[in-house]
């Protein structure tokens, strides 16, 4: 069963640590997206990928937010200093061309920044 | 640019009713168009799409929407709710051209099932 996986599913820090996040898209699927959700704003793109390049990370903050594909295998998710807004449920998706924008999305990682 | 607009952020049915959730959306050209529903702490699943051809399309568990052009509309029915169907559901937009694919969510309707 083809499924995106995140880990850690839970993560709680303290303020100013760095965090980082994983995401193992489906096999085959060459277009990742990070998506935070909050109540407030409800569902955000923070970058998207696409054969391992970065297309698109106009939403995500740069001084302290940076993603990464070191392989088609793996997207990382890094936060540096975190901060208590930060806190928030974090999502990978991934897909294809052919998908035409269908996301496969992870469980998502919870952060809490304390 | 493209916007998906959900109406009401939480709608409330009794089991067996019909369920009705609202999307429109703005796009210069019609996009492709997606229904994912929430459980709590999971991740987003697709419930339905409409790419081309019938405009009327059926999912999972029972949900169908109906894409409707002229009122740039694609709103999620199911005849008859189940407990089972609590959850937060969005509505997403995918270009139809450029080549990025890169899907825009609405802001997720809750919908509360009372026995």
């Known amino acids: 069963d083809a499924r995106v996986t995140q880990t850690p599913r839970h993560k709680v820090t303290e303020m100013g640590q760095e965090v980082t996040m994983r995401c193992q898209p489906i096999l085959g699927h060459n277009t990742v997206f990070w998506y935070r959700q909050t109540m407030m704003q409800g569902l955000e793109l923070l970058a998207y990928?696409?054969?391992?390049?970065?297309?698109?990370d106009s939403g995500m903050p740069k001084d302290r937010f940076s993603a990464e594909m070191p392989d088609a295998t793996l997207a990382t998710l890094k936060i540096q200093p975190s901060e208590p807004r930060d806190s928030a449920v974090y999502f990978c998706?991934?897909?294809?061309?052919?998908?035409?924008?269908?996301?496969?999305f992870g469980q998502g990682t919870r952060l809490t920044v304390v | 640019a493209q916007s998906v607009t959900q109406l009401g952020s939480h709608v409330s049915v009794s089991e067996g009713a019909l369920v009705l959730l609202r999307c429109n959306y703005s796009?210069?050209?019609?996009?492709?168009l997606f229904w994912y529903v929430q459980y709590p702490n999971q991740g987003l699943q697709l419930l339905l799409k409409y790419t081309t051809g019938a405009t009327l399309v059926k999912g999972i568990n029972g949900f169908e929407a109906e894409f409707k052009k002229s009122e740039t509309s694609f709103h999620l029915t199911k005849p008859s709710a189940h407990m089972s169907d609590a959850a937060e559901y969005f509505c997403?937009?995918?270009?139809?051209?450029?080549?990025?694919?890169?899907?825009?969510f609405g802001r997720g309707t809750s919908l509360i099932v009372h026995p």
């Open positions: 796009s210069s050209v019609p996009p492709y």
């Open positions: 997403a937009v995918s270009p139809l051209s450029g080549g990025s694919y890169i899907p825009t």
């Open positions: 998706a991934s897909g294809t061309p052919g998908t035409r924008g269908e996301a496969f």
């Open positions: 990928f696409r054969n391992r390049a970065p297309l698109d």
